[in-house]
């Protein structure tokens, strides 16, 4: 069985500042898949990024990067220089090429708060 | 892109009645839709599977006579909350995805149902 874990309930930034979510992770595939999904206010989840097992590379992406560190099982997420837009509920979630209808694994969720 | 429709986007219902929530995949033909539901500050809770022709896959604990699930075609998938209580009401929402497998599942923005 899967399971995602974000230990970070809220966290709260002041504008410019980085923040950090972390996501960890448990699967005994070999193969499988990581997400990161933005839900602000209005519900809507927002796809952000998409990253195999595979491919250990740390990715940017504007003011967004990812670190995938398969040693530790964990897929972190920066924002750099935060801004009130990005405040919103971030999710982490897992999907494991054996199972054939590819069902996401949600973490908790964290609750980023960004002040002017 | 891959634009994910739902419709409605709100509705409050008389305890008893029946609900019926369209998913509709826009720019896309989607092999598989999901549905899940989210209660306030909480994480997205899968319930079901749902392919084109063929009968809804259900997750354990969901009442597959409760919400009826119909994937009629490549771009649309109804769940309909039948003989709707107050329990009921809750944020759901669909997803799709293109292909088969760990492939990114987009998410439509999301249903409010309220039940009085």
């Known amino acids: 069985a899967q399971k995602v874990t974000q230990a970070q309930t809220e966290i709260s930034v002041v504008e410019k500042e980085d923040v950090t979510l972390d996501c960890v992770y448990e699967?005994?595939?070999?193969?499988?898949?990581l997400f990161w999904y933005k839900q602000p206010p209005s519900g809507e989840l927002v796809f952000l990024i998409r990253?195999?097992?595979?491919?250990?590379q740390n990715e940017i992406s504007g003011r967004y990067s990812w670190n995938f560190q398969k040693s530790t099982s964990s897929f972190n997420f920066t924002i750099t220089a935060s801004q009130v837009v990005d405040s919103a509920v971030y999710f982490c979630?897992?999907?494991?090429?054996?199972?054939?209808?590819?069902?996401?694994?949600f973490g908790a969720g964290t609750q980023v708060v960004v002040t002017p | 892109g891959a634009v994910v429709s739902q419709h409605p986007s709100w509705v409050i219902c008389k305890s008893g009645t029946s609900v019926k929530i369209e998913c509709r995949s826009l720019d896309f033909q989607a092999t598989t839709m999901f549905w899940y539901r989210q209660f306030p500050k909480q994480s997205l809770m899968l319930m079901a599977t749902s392919n084109e022709g063929s009968k809804a896959t259900y997750e354990q604990g969901v009442e597959k006579d409760k919400f009826l699930i119909n994937h009629a075609s490549l771009t649309l998938s109804t769940l309909t909350v039948t003989s709707a209580h107050p329990e009921d009401s809750s944020f759901y929402i669909c997803?799709?995805?293109?292909?088969?497998?760990?492939?990114?599942?987009?998410f439509g923005p999301g249903t409010r149902l309220t039940v009085l």
């Open positions: 990253r195999n097992s595979f491919d250990e």
């Open positions: 997803s799709a995805r293109k292909l088969a497998g760990a492939d990114t599942q987009y």
């Open positions: 979630a897992l999907s494991a090429l054996t199972d054939s209808w590819g069902k996401l694994q």
């Open positions: 699967t005994r595939d070999t193969t499988y898949y």
